[in-house]
């Protein structure tokens, strides 16, 4: 028994160091934990390139090799458009890595893309909800808490997609084109699960979305202040498809999103969110690009998002990249 107890107690000691040791690593990024994304969304020739500089941060949007970020790369030819997205990541992981990216590339533009479907969200996972499992609810609260863990399971995931899930293998809802509950990302219809609310929440900052907001905000302000300051700042807005219209709003409904308002009638100067972005930016000099009454606009045979998947098509993508490109040339 004594011997055991003493391999328990040893054990416990052990992983709680390597944790500890992961942890601080991470948040000072004593090496580049990110170094993939960068090389794999950039050529030698753009890092290393003469031009003026625009360096874009954002999540699996910003990521996609056929981004806005593209559209940016084939009408700006004068600047080296550098894409320093990574995939699953949000303010927190930003505000640590992206830093070394603007020392390393001094930007004359910086552009920060934000998501309404989960940028707050990922501030504060409602690990409390009944609707998902124990395992789930500790998960998300050690990772709200210890930010080293998300990404050994980011980097996880990219071997487990490569043969089942959201990102791979024989489940691929980006391939589905008929809309279908069954077909659905699963990661989406997991955090309507937590958080039926979710939309409502974020776009009217209303139970604890106001909290991870000032959050936002914090975290957003520090890396800002990091940039040259000459450097000129944009914050484009990506917004979720059920604010389009009462047709993907009655299609998120059925994913097990909930809401008393329908949020999909109002303007973006009308919500909330909106609003305190607007206050931000305006504080900060940064300018805000907004295409959500561009995309209400369009005909939605268009299909500016997936019908399975929450991401944008290519037509949403260069939407949204020509609304830049014009801010940049006319600014």
């Not at 609003?275 to 045979?301: A, N, S, V």
Request: neutral net charge.
């Amino acid at each position: 028994m004594k011997r055991v107890y003493n391999f328990i107690i040893i054990f416990i000691v052990t992983v709680s160091l390597f944790s500890i040791i992961i942890e601080l690593a991470y948040r000072y990024q004593w090496m580049d934990f990110y170094r993939p994304e960068i090389n794999g969304l950039n050529t030698k020739e753009i890092l290393n390139s003469g031009k003026r500089k625009i360096l874009v941060c954002g999540d699996s949007f910003a990521a996609d090799p056929y981004s806005f970020v593209k559209s940016l790369r084939d009408s700006l030819e004068d600047y080296s458009v550098i894409n320093g997205a990574v995939p699953g990541t949000g303010i927190l992981q930003h505000h640590i890595f992206i830093g070394d990216r603007i020392q390393q590339y001094s930007p004359d533009i910086f552009i920060y893309q934000f998501y309404i479907g989960n940028d707050l969200f990922d501030i504060t996972h409602p690990a409390k909800s009944e609707n998902i499992s124990n395992m789930r609810s500790f998960y998300w609260w050690l990772s709200d808490h210890m930010l080293s863990l998300a990404f050994l399971n980011y980097r996880f995931a990219g071997i487990r997609y490569q043969f089942y899930d959201d990102g791979g293998g024989s489940y691929k809802p980006k391939e589905k084109d008929v809309f279908s509950v069954g077909n659905y990302s699963k990661r989406e219809k997991l955090n309507y699960l937590a958080d039926p609310n979710l939309i409502e929440n974020t776009l009217f900052l209303k139970n604890g979305r106001e909290k991870d907001f000032a959050i936002f905000e914090n975290k957003f302000s520090e890396i800002t202040s990091r940039l040259p300051k000459e450097t000129k700042k944009y914050l484009i807005i990506i917004p979720h498809q059920s604010q389009l219209s009462e047709v993907y709003f009655n299609r998120h409904t059925q994913l097990g999103s909930l809401s008393s308002i329908p949020y999909y009638q109002y303007h973006s100067g009308t919500l909330p969110l909106y609003i305190r972005l607007r206050e931000f930016c305006g504080l900060h000099q940064i300018t805000i690009i907004d295409p959500l009454e561009e995309f209400k606009k369009i005909d939605p045979e268009e299909e500016l998002y997936y019908n399975n998947d929450p991401h944008l098509k290519s037509r949403g993508q260069q939407i949204i990249g020509g609304l830049i490109e014009k801010k940049i040339r006319f600014k």
